[in-house]
């Protein structure tokens, strides 16, 4: 079919031209040397933008995610996240597989964080017996939750409660961009909570890849040598770091127009149906669909929706995805949402 529009992630979108010329101007250097001033200025950029001393530039979210887990707990000791965040659910158990890390969870409404919950299964210190927790993950905007934003009061909540066990926090804020839009909260004052940050180019702000993790100057050192280690030490990656700038440059506040159209189909979709979901809950890029009442699978839907010419995620039995994109403009979402409305009447 031609140009399906495809709302199964916000990785899906391509760099423009403008973003293409800018990786194809970037200077470069070998940054296994740190020699690519492109990659440097852009590591020292996100650091400063999230009041962290540094940063290292790695290809994918997950990786930023690893090399964080990995500096804060040691083999044989625990994170703690919650029960569908994308740590424990969708990085296929690299915290087991290559830092010897388990994992406990506790569950949260949306994915919404309740400090009180999270503080309340860590367990520091245990002893010979147990697993002693270490550090506390935090999603925000949290994916599986539907794009919800994390209130500050319990990220703060819960960075005090982690400092009087001796806990570490790692935030996952692939989409902390989408957070800070909706929310208006600085980055900086996000940064403040955490020990480790993982942030995404790739997603909402169009970038064809790249992340960053951010730590302390030791933390950062330490991670750049199992980045290495791991094979993802890169050589002239200014031409994507030059596209992560340029990302920076132009796509953050354009974000606002990714939250407004996926509300605009947030409330279409409650129109035929309330149960699928609520469109209050709906402040960034995602829209979760809770198919319970539905007589359909979310496989059997995202068919239908295929058919008609729209692209949507299932990833659960009866739980399916939208979201809004970069690629994705008010014609496509009036398009969308006639599709939606035919398809998703039983
Ligand atoms: C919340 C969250 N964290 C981390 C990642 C991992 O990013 P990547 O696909 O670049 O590994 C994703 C990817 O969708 C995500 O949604």
Redesign the pocket.
């Known amino acids: 079919m031609a140009n399906p529009i495809d709302l199964r992630?916000d990785?899906v979108t391509r760099p423009s031209q403008a973003m293409r010329e800018a990786m194809a101007n970037a200077e470069v250097g070998d940054d296994v040397y740190s020699d690519d001033p492109t990659v440097n200025s852009l590591e020292e950029r996100v650091a400063a933008l999230f009041g962290k001393e540094a940063g290292v530039f790695t290809p994918?979210?997950?990786l930023a995610?690893q090399l964080a887990i990995r500096m804060l707990v040691a083999p044989g000791e625990e994170l703690i996240a919650e029960t569908n965040s994308?740590i424990v659910r969708?990085e296929l158990g690299a915290a087991a597989v290559f830092s010897g890390i388990t994992t406990r969870t506790w569950p949260a409404k949306n994915g919404i964080l309740v400090a009180e919950d999270a503080l309340e299964i860590a367990r520091p210190n245990s002893g010979p017996y147990l697993v002693s927790t270490t550090a506390i993950a935090v999603?925000n905007t949290h994916?599986f939750g539907g794009g919800t934003v994390q209130p500050l009061d319990q990220i703060k909540a819960l960075r005090k409660g982690a400092d009087e066990i001796g806990v570490a926090l790692h935030l996952?804020g692939?989409?902390i961009w989408n957070a800070h839009v909706a929310s208006g909260v600085a980055f900086n004052e996000y940064g403040k909570y955490f020990d480790t940050i993982s942030v995404?180019l790739?997603?909402g702000l169009g970038a064809p890849i790249g992340?960053v993790m951010l730590s302390t100057k030791e933390r950062v050192a330490k991670a750049r040598v199992w980045r290495k280690r791991y094979g993802a030490g890169m050589r002239q990656v200014g031409l994507l770091a030059g596209a992560a700038h340029y990302a920076l440059d132009n796509n953050i506040a354009r974000l606002s127009e990714d939250h407004r159209r996926a509300k605009e189909l947030a409330v279409a979709i409650a129109a035929v149906d309330k149960s699928f979901v609520d469109p209050a809950l709906v402040e960034t890029n995602i829209v979760g669909l809770d198919l319970a009442n539905a007589p359909y699978t979310a496989a059997e839907l995202a068919t239908r929706c295929r058919d008609a010419g729209l692209w949507i995620s299932a990833l659960g039995p009866k739980y399916a995805r939208l979201v809004t994109h970069l690629d994705f403009d008010d014609q496509q979402c009036a398009a969308a949402i006639e599709i939606l409305k035919r398809v998703l009447v039983a």
């Open positions: 992630s990785t994918t979210g997950s995610n994308h969708a999603e994916n996952d692939a989409r995404c790739s997603k992340s």
